[in-house]
Every structure is written in C-alpha cells, then in structure tokens.
C-alpha cells in the first residue's frame, strides 16, 4: 500500500528535511517512527525539501508499506515516536500513481519578518527580523514584477541542482499585521533558497537601499551575484502543497496560530 502523510516541524533544530550523513533531520526522524508502527524499513519522499531551520505547516510525504495499518493507527503510533517538534497530522492511502512530490501542482510558503528597531528574544528562531522601516508599498510594487513564469536563476542558490531555472509564480503578496511583515507565495514548483533570495531582495527595497524596479533588474540578470543578500531561514514556512482533486488530500490551511504574528 502507498500512503501520504501530512507532516507539521518545528526547523529549528533539525538540519533540513533531506537525510544527511551528519545532523538530524525531519525524514530521518519520521522514517525511523513509521518505520516502527508498520514494523519494517520505509522510505519517505516529500512535496517540498526544506533547507536547515525551515519550519513546516503542512508538508506532504508519501511511502510505501507491505503492512495493515489504519489512519489512525499511522497517525497516533508514530507521534509515539516522535519528538515535540515534529508531528504525524494525517494519514491517507492512496494509488500508487500518486507522488509528494511529482504530483503537486502547487506550493506555498510564508516568510514572517519582525520590523521592530530592537532584535526580539521571543520567537527568534520562527521569525526573521530587520531593524530598518520597511516601505510595504514598495515591497509590493517589487513583488508585482515576479508574479508569471520567469527564468528565477538570479533567486536561486549558487549551487542549486534543479535541472532548469523556470518557475511560475502564481502570487506573491506583501502585508503588515503590526510589526509583523508577511511575504505569502505559491508557485508550481520552487527553487534553492529561491524565497529567501527573494525576500532579500525585498527587504532591501522596502529599506529604501534599492528602488522598486531593482528586482525586475536583477532578475533580468540571470546571475545570482547580481541578486541580493539570502534572508535567514527562520522566517521560513512551508505552508503546503496543492494536489489534483482525484487524490481526496486535505487542502492546506494557513491557521494563523501556527504561524507567529506580533500585533
């Protein structure tokens, strides 16, 4: 049987999602726990790799088991074996056409930025921070020209392996909630560092450092060393993946407790 899993984490202390030969990871973990309720070795495969420090709303993983086991058996015994910081919140069979990550049709992410002039101790590893006011409006006049399918090779990681650099972004949205700033983004697919490449070059703008016409150059550049500084990746969320209708998964739903808000 093929079974998907909706998965929620805390990044903080896990070095990315991907299995690492050093450091403990979000697959590793949760490999290990379902590997014990369906009590044989599985291989999880997921809808979006997070890097180091990247927290996790509603991340998507799917396996494949000889064994019986119920939702809720999947769901209950390996939060048995889990950690605080990582939980098992679905469990769902599906055919064995389906794919985490192959299947999507669409991600979202959230980065949560503290604009405040003093560094907070509170939430400082689930919020990124910048001293500086920052202009929303001309956050948003920037954002507008990354919206479509662009060659995004200036927003990507120096060393990212994806095979081509187009990616179509379906929206990219700037709002204040207090000293909260929020950069909310879906597309069909994302590249390394791509969201934090972007939200660097967003905060630069919304500083006053660079105008607004400054992100459509440096796309146009098709060179990350034109781009601007890697935002941190505490700011970081993986909202969820979107999945044709044949497939019956829960949509993801951007609860706004799960995600820190300073009012």
């Known amino acids: 049987m093929r079974f998907a899993l909706g ?3 805390d990044g903080a202390e896990f070095c990315g999602w991907q299995i690492q030969n050093n450091g403990r990871t979000v697959q590793q973990v949760l490999e290990q726990a379902v590997s014990k309720v369906v009590d044989e070795p599985i291989r999880l495969f997921c809808a979006g790799r997070t890097d180091s ?3 996790g709303v509603a991340q998507v993983a799917h396996f494949d088991t000889s064994a019986i086991r119920d939702e809720k058996a999947l769901v209950f015994g390996s ?3 889990l950690k605080n910081d990582v939980s098992v919140i679905w469990a769902k069979p599906v055919s064995d056409d389906f794919h985490a990550r192959f299947s999507a049709l669409s991600r979202r992410y959230r980065y949560v930025i503290c604009n405040t002039p003093v560094r907070p101790a509170l939430l400082r590893k689930h919020l990124s921070w910048h001293y500086r006011p ?3 409006e001309r956050m948003k006049m920037a954002a507008s020209c ?5 060659d995004f090779s200036s927003y990507r990681a120096a060393g990212c392996q994806a095979k081509s650099p187009i990616r179509t972004i379906e929206f990219l949205k700037v ?3 207090g000293d909260a700033i929020f950069i909310d983004i879906k597309a069909n697919a994302f590249l390394q560092h791509m ?3 972007i939200a660097g070059v967003l905060m630069k703008i919304g500083a006053g450092e660079r105008e607004p016409e400054w992100a459509q150059e440096v796309l146009e550049h098709r060179d990350r060393t034109k781009g601007g ?4 990746p505490y700011g970081l969320y993986f909202v969820g993946a979107y999945y044709p209708k044949e497939f019956m998964l829960p949509e993801p739903i951007l609860s706004q407790h799960l995600i820190p808000s300073i009012a």
Do not use: C, I, M, P
């Open 7 to 9: 998965v929620q984490y």
């Open 134 to 136: 920052l202009d929303v």
């Open 229 to 232: 500084k890697t935002a941190s």
């Open 175 to 177: 709002s204040r909630s």
């Open 53 to 55: 420090g990247v927290h």
């Open 146 to 150: 990354l919206v479509g399918e662009h």
């Open 195 to 197: 969201v934090r490449n």
């Open 79 to 81: 939060n048995t074996f």
